[in-house]
């Protein structure tokens, strides 16, 4: 990459730019947190198409896209489609690249709204931060980029050369069931040289992060079945074993003492970590004083670079209608998070395995609603990394550091496959406290401001690179 010849542009002026515009970015924040969009069939679907007209007035309104469009793809292996999805486009001219600016517009369902303080679909301020369903994860995203190039555009005028293409997806916390369609059916329309994932975290509310490893993912139902029929427990209990009793059983076996994972095949990766104290831990993460951390090893070694084992559902006879009954059957959902360097099929297989030769009293296992995701390791030799890292340590004024991320962002294997030239940038508005998926998920406004400050001196300096011929 090579500088163009264009006039300069003031970075300081970008930086004022950010700022004056700030409150309006907050405001459209606040008007896209009000709109619950939620990709499950079970919710108002007509509200996730208002979120997705919202981000495309947005888009409109900047005044920079040749087009804007509202756009669904198939979900492959079924008759359905996919949920509304925003792509924004507009062409590169004289030379520049082309950035891909990606963020998702769909939330997490509130759950129990009286763990609220303060309803889930009503933003509220107070101490430093946005309260609100989807605040942080992902609506922040989109006003990051929506709000960085408002700045760009206003200094940079008639000499904004950069090609630009936002795809905001609308089921990303549903499982992104058509993003390699959508990929697919639009990939020279998302053609870029740079790839921005909005959808990560920082070190902190005052340190950027540039997320360079994923973990991956291994999600299933399994359903443990030990009789045809109930039975009165006082009558049998003792010589036939309930589908609990296996379940509860078979499930320990998942886990060594110390909290770690017990399953063959599931692999660690070896790689050093930044410090991180237990202290810092029990903050973030909000342990209780009397419980202990699980697992050996540094723990953001734990975190970013081993695999973990979750129960996340189970179905059961609840509390208020338990009897005296043996249940013939119980049905969990696990969920793993993988090491970067495995796949999601090699860790299920894995699980599956396990489960099948540690079932107790012979009892009848079936998988299903198998869901998988591949972890992702950065290459950060690219030009795309440093000039990242160098908008980071001017955005918010202290050096970033670079992040593994616990979490999963499957479709990135998706995005790799499709454009293996692309570099893929994976950054963020949360931070540790943001609580994404949780309730009471919130957006600290200072750590957004300087977000938006950093990929507005990303525009600007793109904008002012040449490809080579």
């Known amino acids: 990459m090579t500088s163009a010849e264009i006039p300069s542009v003031s970075e300081t002026d970008i930086l004022e730019a950010v700022a004056t515009g700030n409150p309006a970015a907050l405001s459209d924040l606040g008007h896209l947190v009000r709109i619950p969009g939620m990709a499950w069939p079970a919710f108002d679907q007509t509200q996730l198409e208002r979120s997705a007209e919202a981000v495309a007035a947005l888009a409109t309104d900047t005044g920079v896209f040749d087009e804007v469009r509202i756009l669904r793809a198939d979900i492959p292996g079924t008759d359905e489609q996919g949920q509304p999805a925003v792509l924004a486009t507009r062409a590169a001219r004289n030379g520049r690249p ?93 053609r870029a040289d740079a790839i921005v994932v909005a959808d990560s975290g920082n070190w902190d509310s ?82 209780l004083p009397g419980t202990t951390p699980i ?11 081993k695999p973990s084992v979750t129960v996340i559902g189970i179905d059961a006879t609840s509390v208020a209608a338990a009897s005296n009954t043996l249940l013939p059957e ?17 860790a299920y297989e894995a699980l599956e395995r396990h489960l099948r030769a540690h079932a107790p009293f012979g009892a009848e296992l079936t998988f299903s609603d198998v869901d998988l995701g591949n972890g992702f390791l950065v290459d950060t030799s690219g030009w795309a990394v440093a000039l990242t890292r160098d908008a980071m340590r001017d955005g918010y004024g202290v050096a970033s550091v670079d992040l593994g991320v616990g979490g999963s962002i499957p479709f990135i294997a998706d995005l790799v496959r499709e454009f293996p030239e692309a570099q893929i940038l994976v950054t963020g508005v949360e931070d540790p406290h943001s609580r994404a998926h949780s309730p009471n998920e919130s957006l600290h406004l200072d750590t957004f401001r300087n977000a938006v400050a950093t990929e507005a001196l990303l525009l600007a300096r793109m904008n002012a690179l040449t490809l080579p011929q």
């Not at 509220?124 to 369903?133: A, E, H, N, P, S």
């Open 98 to 190: 082309t950035i891909l600016l990606y963020a998702h517009h769909d939330v997490q369902p509130p759950g129990d709204d009286a763990l609220w303080e303060t309803p889930p679909f009503e933003p509220t301020v107070r101490d430093g931060r946005l309260y609100g369903r989807g605040a942080a994860d992902d609506k922040a995203g989109i006003m990051a980029h929506i709000a960085s190039i408002r700045a760009a555009a206003e200094v940079i005028g008639d000499d904004l050369d950069l090609g630009i293409a936002m795809f905001i997806e609308g089921e990303e916390e549903y499982g992104s069931r058509s993003f390699a369609q959508f990929l697919s059916d639009n990939k020279e329309a998302l």
């Open 330 to 346: 119980v049905t969990v959902v696990i969920s793993a998070r993988v090491a970067p360097g495995q796949t999601g099929q090699e």
């Open 206 to 287: 005052t340190t950027p992060g540039l997320t360079v490893s994923l973990r991956g993912n291994a999600r299933f139902t399994m359903r443990v079945r030990t009789l045809d029929h109930a039975s009165h427990s006082g009558m049998f209990g003792g010589a036939v074993p309930d589908a609990m009793m296996a379940t509860v059983t078979l499930l320990s076996t998942l886990w060594n003492a110390d909290g770690s994972v017990a399953v063959d095949g599931m692999t660690e990766r070896e790689a050093a970590t930044p410090e991180y104290t237990e202290e810092t831990l029990r903050d973030e993460a909000g342990l």
């Open 295 to 305: 697992g050996g090893g540094t723990i953001l070694s734990r975190i970013w670079n």
